[in-house]
């Protein structure tokens, strides 16, 4: 069904990666999508991957979602109401490459034009690293955040168009560093991106009720009204940021400055050790950060919290894991920025931003982020049996 079709005034572009132990979410996500679906005025597709159910089974001991074993690996569809049209069978890809997703939103662009687009990105995150956990391939993958805002910006421009909303239903990107990465180059293709403010519910957001939401908005009311809807409709606690290039530079610029001062400060100091960014930030760049961030806020809901939501900075503590450095080195954030060299005390992580260079393929998992997933998923058993789990896996899949 690889038609053109005419063109509405949204398309709803769901990217659902269940190629890993969140496969009866994923699986369940597309089944509450279907209880909208498209309608005349707005298009709703999505790619789903679903791992084998004994992958899912091998992982989770502490949780044991339904069953559906009716098929596995990766499949687009036009969502319908109560039912969806298969439009293709793209077989064992790997969901966390990004030239997988780069393929996914220009198909939809091209196939399903609109006058506006809406992006949603389901599945797992891990801090500043990444999201989109991939674990059907003959290693386990991560799709760098880089590499995912790489995807977005080439497919968004090659077809000549925007993503005017961005929703990353995904646990830990409420950060300066993701916000830093989508508005990191001056031609950005995200305006505005929603998110969760700390830990996202495990069943991710109720796509039913955003398509609804999208439905009955108006084709003169603009996005800013239809992300405030979203966010004041939905029982989770959200906050959306318009994506700003001059106004995250101005952010990134406070931060390296403030870290300049502090090395320069504490130069006989080989260890330089901080606790907290206020140990670095002064009272006043600590206020410009704030309402620099502030402005950027275009709707919030927590219900522990009365003040804007503002992104937080993800790495803020030493570490000697020059492997964790590196991660963090790749992000725009942390390049020609003085806030890196006050994250460790090994002398080799000087060179790093100059060994980053620009890729566009998933990441290797390293063992270490693996288990942390697998200690989120099984936060009651002990650490002996959680990494008896990780062996088992690594079994399963003879990962090397």
Request: aromatic content about 10%; hydrophobic content about 40%.
């Amino acid at each position: 069904m690889n038609q053109i079709q005419d063109e509405k005034d949204w398309t709803i572009l769901i990217y659902a990666n269940g190629n890993n132990e969140l496969e009866p979410e994923m699986h369940q996500a597309m089944l509450n999508a279907e209880k909208v679906g498209s309608n005349t005025d707005v298009n709703v597709v999505i790619q789903l991957g679903r791992a084998k159910y004994e992958l899912v089974k091998l992982i989770r001991l502490d949780i044991y979602p339904k069953a559906d074993g009716s098929w596995s690996g990766v499949r687009r569809y036009v969502v319908e109401k109560e039912s969806s049209t298969l439009v293709g069978n793209l077989k064992r890809v790997n969901m966390a490459d990004p030239k997988n997703l780069y393929d996914f939103i220009r198909w939809g662009m091209r196939f399903y034009p609109a006058n506006k687009y809406m992006l949603i990105l389901g599945g797992h995150a891990y801090q500043f690293v990444g999201m989109m956990t991939d674990y059907s391939q003959k290693a386990p993958y991560i799709m760098g955040i880089p590499e995912m805002v790489r995807a977005i910006n080439m497919a968004a421009n090659d077809m000549g168009r925007k993503i005017d909303a961005l929703v990353l239903d995904t646990c830990y990107f409420n950060s300066i560093e993701v916000i830093y990465e989508l508005g990191r180059v001056e031609n950005h293709s995200v305006m505005s991106a929603i998110m969760h403010i700390k830990n996202g519910a495990i069943e991710g957001l109720p796509y039913d009720k955003i398509i609804e939401l999208v439905q009955k908005s108006s084709e003169v009311e603009g996005v800013t009204a239809i992300i405030r809807r979203i966010i004041e409709n939905l029982s989770y606690d959200l906050v959306a940021y318009e994506i700003n290039h001059q106004t995250l530079k101005q952010i990134k610029q406070l931060f390296n400055d403030a870290a300049s001062a502090y090395l320069s400060r504490n130069i006989d100091d080989g260890n330089r050790p901080f606790k907290k960014v206020s140990d670095v930030l002064s009272n006043t760049a600590q206020t410009e950060v704030s309402n620099l961030m502030s402005s950027l806020v275009i709707h919030f809901k927590c219900a522990s919290q009365s003040k804007p939501i503002q992104g937080i900075v993800a790495n803020r503590h030493t570490t000697d894991d020059l492997e964790l450095i590196s991660r963090y080195y790749r992000l725009g954030f942390a390049q020609g920025n003085y806030w890196t060299r006050l994250l460790s005390n090994k002398h080799a992580d000087a060179n790093m931003a100059v060994e980053q260079k620009e890729g566009f393929l998933p990441l290797k998992m390293r063992p270490q982020e693996v288990y942390a997933y697998i200690s989120i998923m099984n936060p009651r058993l002990g650490e002996t049996r959680k990494i008896e789990m990780l062996k088992e896996l690594y079994q399963y899949k003879n990962w090397v």
